[in-house]
């Protein structure tokens, strides 16, 4: 069975840190793209980040660029969003979620087939 655990949410002050983490089983996504999404109360889920199988090709959405950086450890199967300078506006459900495609890195949801249970971040001003 398949299961992506993610870990490292918390309430933060506006302008903290946090580090996500997210520890699948079950398979291996080493040729996968694996992706961080959001949702807050009231929105639709969004992607933050998402990551290539080989951990070169990174995307950020255009609120995160120069604020967030995803990685991967493979040997680890874990994949990180670590989060600065948090605004209030980040506050959501952080989901991880694992692609089966190969050879791509995409960057909307119906492109991923696994996702993890979720992690709230809140960042209070």
């Known amino acids: 069975q398949v299961q992506l655990v993610e870990s490292g949410g918390g309430l933060v002050q506006a302008g903290g840190s946090l580090r996500l983490s997210c520890s699948h089983s079950g398979r291996t996504f080493s040729s996968n793209a694996m992706g961080w999404f959001r949702q807050a109360p009231g929105k639709e889920r969004e992607v933050v980040a998402a990551?290539?199988?080989?951990?070169?090709?990174?995307y950020y959405t255009d609120s995160v660029k120069g604020r967030f950086t995803i990685s991967r450890d493979h040997a680890k199967s874990t994949v990180y969003l670590q989060m600065n300078s948090l605004t209030p506006e980040d506050t959501a459900v952080y989901y991880c979620?694992?692609?089966?495609?190969?050879?791509?890195?995409?960057?909307?949801?119906?492109?991923?087939?696994?996702w993890g249970q979720g992690t709230q971040v809140t960042v209070s001003s």
């Open positions: 990551v290539s199988w080989k951990g070169g090709t990174n």
């Open positions: 979620a694992a692609s089966l495609d190969v050879g791509i890195t995409p960057t909307t949801a119906r492109y991923y087939h696994y």
